[in-house]
């Protein structure tokens, strides 16, 4: 197992554009997680899925931000007209459900960092 | 509202001495508590954890304490190593498996 995957690492694009990133989890996880991180900051948590149910959603984000897991596996988070507080790196993470609730340990990928100009 | 809390952004420690990075949190529903450790351009990694329902767990050189009548927990790593310069990120989760991080320490060990 190659472990929790991003795509892609690195994305520039201008203002009011949009964007997608892919996250891959580890197979059989069930659980999947978005966070964003900013300079200096921790990981905010934007949303997260149980298979393919989105269980709850940031009230940070706006409308322009939505997040899918179709087939509860792989998962896309999609940026609408791209502003460029959304600069950011965009982290993935997964788990399976009895590990979160037993260390609460989640695996995360190395990110997709975006640059909006 | 900042539910986990690292206070000091920065800690610089020499190798062999103790390394202590600290955290605060606000919530009493939290049922574990975790650090995670940021080496630049990884993501995070997570190093240890402690349920709510204890005070003190321990894996190898690193140790945490959680003080839950202070709301306060922290890491202690002995011998602190350069190989340990990271930054460090205390988390709690919620009952719905939700991870809320602090804003990081960035600990330094200097040979």
């Known amino acids: 197992d190659t472990g929790v995957s991003q795509d892609p690492r690195h994305k520039i694009t201008k203002r009011g554009q949009n964007v997608t990133f892919r996250c891959d989890p580890i197979s059989e996880h069930n659980r999947l997680y978005w966070y964003r991180q900013t300079l200096g900051q921790g990981p905010e948590f934007l949303t997260y899925f149980q298979n393919e149910a989105q269980l709850e959603k940031s009230r940070l984000l706006s409308d322009r931000f939505s997040a899918e897991r179709p087939k509860g596996s792989f998962s896309t988070l999609e940026i609408q007209r791209t502003e460029q507080g959304d600069s950011a790196m965009y982290l993935c993470a997964s788990s399976l459900v009895a590990a979160v609730r037993g260390t609460g340990e989640l695996f995360f990928g190395e990110g997709s960092r975006l640059t909006v100009l | 509202d900042q539910q986990v809390k690292q206070n000091s952004p920065s800690l610089s420690v020499q190798e062999g001495r103790i390394s202590i990075l600290n955290c605060d949190y606000t919530n009493s529903m939290f049922d574990y508590f975790l650090w995670y450790k940021k080496y630049p351009a990884e993501g995070p990694t997570f190093l240890i954890s402690?349920?709510?329902?204890?005070d003190k767990n321990e894996d190898g050189r690193f140790t945490v304490f959680l003080n839950k009548s202070a709301k306060h927990l922290s890491l202690h790593i002995v011998p602190s190593q350069p190989g340990d310069s990271a930054v460090y990120f205390c988390a709690a989760i919620t009952k719905g498996g939700k991870l809320i991080f602090g804003q990081g320490t960035e600990l330094s060990v200097k040979p």
């Open positions: 402690i349920s709510s329902i204890k």
